[in-house]
């Protein structure tokens, strides 16, 4: 499984602001833990947990059931996200639970058909100069659109496979601006990394001052590492493709967004997904400004679905924080990008 640290973040909208429900999902990511032994957990056995525990959570909060209600994450929940509105959704027409006031969701570089959308590192590897011309043309030619499933007998393409990597390999493929910081189980921690995120928030969040102030009960989690390969899981949703189906049917809005420097999920990979539901363009590709700078590209479509690139962004919206929260605020108060 790709990015166990993912954080889910549930939105309730309330005036122009929102108050957040951080969940670190699945269990035993993050600070989240468990007092008795889960067991080997899933995509889908995560979405029903998630699903319990809003419900447990708006029956001690009653005073929030009124608000409008949004999901939103990033990166692998974009495999999680789409199955827990459908779920929230089938939900509400149970007797005897407490409805949940769904409007939409949100997701950010999310991970949708993985089997497919890492085709799409190549174009995007192309268009912005990480591999020549010349290599580009001869696997478009050789490989024709697979270069990640390669057939072992296909001896051209898998030449012209590794040299695409010996091209990328030591590129940070959140952000290919920046430099790799993600190599400490191998020793490496080139200087800028010091500095870097990724390195701070572990110091953070492992700090006891930080942790008396998040209200981390003493004796639940030991050390807090950023991703936690250690969580038994099932990759059991192959793609949330279906589901985004369904909730566009159901007329829930949604708000997609990428990052245009990130290579472990490209936009095309994202755009070729949503353009998959053939829904109409009501408001075509146009920029997105922030003091009459372009901060961005969006289109949107006939099922309420905006998709939205974030310039100079990454795969999480920590790089660019400031331009990703203007974007959310006027989303979610149904202004224009």
Known sequence: MEDLDVLLWVAF?????????????????????????????SDT???????????????????????SFYVT????????????VQEISEGNYICCKPPINLQGYVLGNP??????????????????????????ESMKRTCKGNYENVDPRDTKCLKLVE??????????????????????????TPPDCYYYLYFLIECWANDERV????????????????????????????????????NSF????????????????????????IKSLNYSIVDDWRPWMINHQIAGYTRTYSNKMTFATVKG????????????SIMFQRWITGQPL
């Open 13 to 41: 909208f309330l005036r122009t602001m929102a108050n957040i429900i951080y969940l670190d999902q699945p269990v035993g990511a993050g600070f989240s833990y468990s007092r008795t032994p889960i067991g080997k957990t």
């Open 45 to 67: 056995i995560e979405v029903k947990r998630i699903h319990d525990f809003l419900q447990k959570w708006l029956s001690k909060h009653p005073q929030f059931i009124s608000n």
């Open 73 to 84: 994450g990033d990166s692998y929940s974009g495999m999680i996200v789409p199955a827990l």
């Open 111 to 136: 991970i949708t058909y993985a089997e497919h959308e890492k085709n799409y590192r190549i174009p995007f590897a192309y268009g912005m100069s990480l591999i020549s011309d010349e290599l580009y």
């Open 163 to 188: 040299e695409y990597h010996k091209c990328t390999d030591k590129i940070n493929t959140q952000h290919i601006l920046l430099p790799d910081c993600d190599k400490k189980g191998k020793g490496i």
């Open 211 to 246: 942790r008396e102030a998040l209200h981390v009960s003493k004796g639940t989690k030991g050390q807090w590492d950023r991703c936690n390969w250690t969580i038994p899981y099932d990759n059991d949703i192959i793609s949330s493709v279906p589901y985004h189906a369904n």
């Open 250 to 273: 159901r007329g829930y809005r949604s708000l997609i967004y990428s990052g245009d420097h990130d290579i472990t999920m490209p936009f095309q990979a994202t755009q070729a997904w």
């Open 313 to 324: 962004g990454g795969h999480t919206a920590e790089y660019l924080p400031n331009e990703t």
